[in-house]
């Protein structure tokens, strides 16, 4: 008789030398162990595609009681189990979890397809957020945009006409969100029309602006009710919030307070008028500052409780591995016609070209933000988390640090 | 692996579905021309098949051509396509599609001489037997087109492939391509490929090897159609039919399976069980974002147009040219276009509740690619033979991975592959 450890097709496995983790997707739970040597090379066998996750245990192994305990953990875990075969010729097997995604492998392949591409960039553009109007932030909000959606720091103004351009050259047909974002109300005098352009498409448009209560919000209030239309409005002053409370709630506009928080006194704040006004939908968004790193560290950052929290299926690992769900898709465009894939890096270019080409630039791009996962970045690369952790945010992106979280990893 | 996956299958399909495809049309196929200059003995308009009327001596008019690609052409400007760019090839279909070259430049001069649609480019493909190749190989690199050259391996494999007066046609098709590959080595390199049918006179390796020898390239090996032959040939068929299934599995052939695993059937069917059951595998990056599963129709029966738009030489609008003539999904004649979006789409649907009387109780539904236009009796009682009950599905199952089991190595490689 010979016994044999079969992981399940559900489990993941990443490791390195000194620690390792098992992750069943169908559970949606984890555990961790530390790598001795020969656990470390059972490791190493369950990792060869060619072993189909199935490794003969040497009965001498048993001895070595870490080994023997991690043997235990994966039957008690149901990460896999243990199967005694007679006849070796039939041992058991099982299929480790192998992404197969087409379009990453005709990508590797294109240089060799002579007639044809089956890679359709006109599918990646999925969302498109409008810088419409920028200027007039306190210094300490100048690159909040790079953070969050948020109004850009400059003065200046996206016209409707190049908008209309840019549409007319590029391929809008798998588009499904558009984002448009004011720094003042009024400031944007063809906001009726733009709502109006995407809406009649079926597309659903989310418009921010400052909650501020003037004489510019309420002329505009009547387009705010289209259907597929969400407002966002930045929480200013309570005096602000309280007056557009009591006008908006009579009319049928889908909206959102969204309150910035960086520090536990804004925290505190933003849940009591949370509380107070019996608000169902609100967005709490922290923002970095000079000062509060410590905040983020205490309260942001992503620790092994938030990813034990995660319930991922196996597609969500899968597309932790190979895409960066925060960014696919979503291009971003500044007043000045720049055209980004991550407002923290350097321009695709402009809206004077076609967005698919700008797209193809993304994704062939080894800098990809929309393609940055956390396989690529240092630390995260070595961490036996890194494809359970959420993928890299612009906050780190902003910051050129990956490691926002709170996990020590042995290496 | 989830063996017994149940998906939520949907019988109705819409109109937007065969006008989005047409909008996205990914091949033209005209059917150039009823003549042809041989007279093969396993041929799809032959002797053995009932699937289609075909009269000798036609050829297709350039007005039933023009009124196509005008209706077409409209489409296309008045639709965004889906794609960032969609190539369309425009392919020529015979009998022997060469035996009709004034036509051939006529509608392709038509289309030059037409503003290209946005986000559209047009390429030029032809499946010809070779025997006219000398004649127009200038015509052909010129147009830079796709060529598919027929040729069943050495002269003995061939010999299926015979002219009026029953002469094998091997000689001349094998001059003419060496030529064509001798006067155009770069075209030859980039445009051409083989096809070769499998008979009781070839052998898939043999076959392979011959023509990768003599042509640097290796053909695809396709075995005579099964479906469609008339009761009364049934003899005739089976005398000629070989099955590629057993040169795969013959031990003789060992060190051949190894080197062509990746496209041995057992590899392809292992293929399709692991993506389709594995959850391993997705289409594009954004369905690793998706919410929702994809909606599923039974069968693998292709969506109108999704293929191919394939024109007879009589006008009849098929969505392939290995289908029935009597599944038309339109015409065309010199007075227009005739193509009922609602009503393609009802025929659809009745045909996905008269299989679905089979597909309810099949267990292999969740890796069925039956086409369900080979399904015979498919308007009245159907009868697939892809029907499965439990005990043959889980036997065909165990088989292929007990296959995975013997060649563990292929693992990865399936993962990393597409067809």
């Known amino acids: 008789m010979k016994d044999f450890i079969v992981l399940f097709p559900e489990t993941f496995l990443w490791f390195n030398e000194s620690e390792g983790l098992f992750y069943n997707s169908n559970a949606k739970k984890f555990f961790t162990f530390s790598c001795n040597e020969l656990i470390h090379n059972y490791c190493l066998l369950f990792n060869d595609p060619a072993n189909l996750y199935s490794v003969a245990i040497d009965h001498s192994d048993k001895q070595d009681a870490l080994f023997s305990s991690w043997l235990d953990s994966i039957v008690k875990y149901k990460i896999g189990a243990i199967y005694s075969i007679e006849n070796e010729e039939k041992k058991p097997f099982s299929l480790p979890p192998i992404l197969n995604l087409r379009d990453e492998i005709e990508e590797a392949q294109l240089d060799k397809n002579k007639y044809y591409s089956s890679i359709n960039i006109a599918e990646f553009l999925n969302e498109m957020s409008f810088f419409l109007s ?70 659903y448009v989310t418009c921010y602006m400052p909650g501020r209560y003037t004489d510019a919000f309420l002329q505009i209030i009547d387009i705010l009710q289209s259907t597929n239309f969400t407002l966002k ?62 905040f983020f560290e205490e309260n942001i950052f992503i620790s092994r409780d938030n990813i034990e929290n995660l319930s991922l299926t196996k597609q969500n690992v899968f597309c932790n591995q190979s895409i960066n769900s925060n960014y696919w898709g979503h291009l971003f465009i500044l007043p000045d016609g720049n055209v980004y894939g991550n407002l923290n890096k350097k321009p695709l270019g402009s809206m004077r070209e076609d967005a698919m080409e700008l797209i193809k630039r993304e994704i062939n791009d080894p800098e990809s933000s929309w393609k940055c996962t956390r396989e690529k970045v240092t630390p995260c690369k070595d961490c036996i988390f890194r494809n359970l952790c959420p993928p890299p945010s612009n906050y780190e992106f902003y910051l050129n640090r990956f490691n926002l979280c709170t996990i020590k990893c042995m290496t | 692996m989830d063996l017994y996956k149940s998906y939520k299958y949907v019988l109705n399909l819409s109109d937007t579905v065969p006008y989005k495809a047409l909008v996205n049309l990914r091949q033209l196929v005209f059917e150039v021309t009823s003549n042809c200059n041989l007279r093969c003995k396993y041929c799809g308009y032959g002797e053995l098949y009932n699937t289609r009327r075909f009269s000798k001596g036609e050829n297709m008019s350039f007005i039933i051509a023009k009124n196509i690609i005008d209706y077409l052409f409209n489409l296309w400007n008045n639709n965004e396509v889906d794609y ?94 060496k030529q064509l590959q001798k006067k155009y080595p770069d075209f030859f390199a980039t445009n051409v490929s083989f096809n070769a049918v499998l008979t009781d006179r070839g052998d898939t390796f043999n076959i392979k090897n011959f023509i990768y020898e003599n042509f640097g390239k290796y053909p695809t090996v396709s075995e005579i159609n099964e479906s469609g032959v008339l009761e009364k040939q049934k003899d005739k068929f089976n005398e000629i039919f070989h099955s590629s299934d057993t040169d795969w599995t013959n031990p003789k052939n060992k060190e051949y399976t190894g080197k062509f695993i990746e496209i041995s059937p057992q590899f392809r069917s292992l293929y399709n069980i692991l993506m389709s059951l ?137 993962m990393r592959e597409t067809f």
């Open chain 2, 278 to 414: 594995s959850g391993n595998s997705f289409r594009s990056y954004n369905s690793l974002m998706a919410k929702e599963g994809a909606t599923v129709y039974p069968t693998g029966t292709c969506f109108p147009f999704d293929r191919k738009l394939f024109l007879t030489v009589g006008g009849d609008i098929l969505p392939c040219e290995r289908i029935n003539q009597k599944f038309s999904l339109g015409k065309v004649t010199e007075q227009g276009v005739n193509i009922d979006f609602k009503a393609i789409a009802k025929k659809y649907s009745l045909y996905y509740r008269k299989i679905w009387s089979l597909c309810k109780t099949c267990y292999a539904k969740p890796v069925c690619s039956q086409c369900f236009f080979y399904v015979d009796n498919l308007e009245t009682k159907p009868v697939c033979l892809g029907y499965k009950n439990k005990e043959e599905y889980d036997m065909y199952i165990h088989s292929r991975l007990n296959y995975l089991a013997e060649n563990p190595d292929i693992y990865l490689k399936l």
């Open chain 1, 134 to 203: 920028g200027g007039g932030l306190p210094d300490e909000e100048r690159e909040y945009y790079k953070q969050i959606i948020y109004p850009y720091s400059e003065e200046s103004f996206l016209e409707l006409g190049v908008i209309h351009s840019f549409l007319e050259k590029s391929n809008t047909t798998h588009l499904r969100q558009v984002n448009l974002i004011c720094s003042d109300q009024l400031i944007y005098p063809n906001i009726r029309d733009l709502i109006g352009l995407f809406v009649t498409h079926g597309i």
């Open chain 1, 233 to 294: 409005l930045y929480f200013i002053t309570i005096g602000d919030f309280t007056k557009i409370q009591d006008y908006i709630k009579d009319y049928s506009i889908q909206y959102n307070w969204v309150f910035l928080i960086k520090n536990e006194n804004d925290f505190l704040l933003c849940e009591k008028i949370i509380k107070d006004h019996n608000l169902t939908k609100s967005d709490i968004l922290p923002v970095l500052t000079s000062r509060n790193f410590d």
């Open chain 2, 84 to 177: 960032d760019h969609r190539q369309t090839f425009i392919g020529f279909y015979g009998g022997e599609p060469l035996l009709n070259i004034p036509f051939i430049k006529k509608v392709i001069g038509y289309i030059e001489s037409l503003p290209v649609p946005k986000r559209r480019s047009f390429t030029y493909a032809m499946t010809t037997n070779g025997i006219l190749l000398n004649r127009y190989m200038d015509y052909l690199v010129e147009k830079k087109f796709v060529l598919l050259i027929s040729l069943d391996g050495d002269k003995y494999a061939h010999s299926y492939r015979i002219d009026s007066r029953g002469n094998n046609s091997f000689d001349k098709v094998f001059v003419n391509t």
